[in-house]
């Protein structure tokens, strides 16, 4: 089973960068090869929506963030980062990573690995 943890959320001015990170337990292989790891996020009152998305070559983005995060993962540190620029507060949000086998939709439904979160507040 793959256990996810994310870290790095925090308090950040509009206009800032923030970058998170999500540390997988178990194997590389398994996280970062057989599954496309994916970032979520949901604030108060709304459902949880879809970040962006990386597999093997490929990496996806949703139109909130598009050109102005990147997600990357280091498979040595079996570790997953998203790096987002020109902060916003409709950016705040509890941020999830999560896991999902290739083929799936990239919707909370898809995936079947999750972290527990961590809060980024983006000050208005």
């Known amino acids: 089973q793959v256990q996810l943890v994310e870290s790095g959320g925090g308090l950040v001015q509009n206009g800032g960068s923030l970058r998170l990170s999500c540390a997988a337990s178990r194997s590389i292989l398994s996280v970062f090869n057989a599954y496309v790891m994916g970032w979520f996020r949901q604030a108060p009152g709304k459902e949880r929506e879809f970040v962006a998305s990386?597999?093997?070559?490929?990496?996806s983005y949703s139109d909130s963030v598009k050109g102005r995060a990147t997600i990357s993962r280091d498979p040595a540190k079996a570790t997953m980062y998203l790096q987002t620029n020109n902060l916003k507060p409709e950016d705040t949000a509890v941020y999830y990573c999560a896991a999902r086998r290739p083929g799936k939709p990239n919707t909370a439904a898809g995936y079947s690995y999750w972290g527990q979160g961590t809060q980024v507040t983006v000050s208005s």
């Open positions: 990386i597999a093997r070559i490929e990496t």
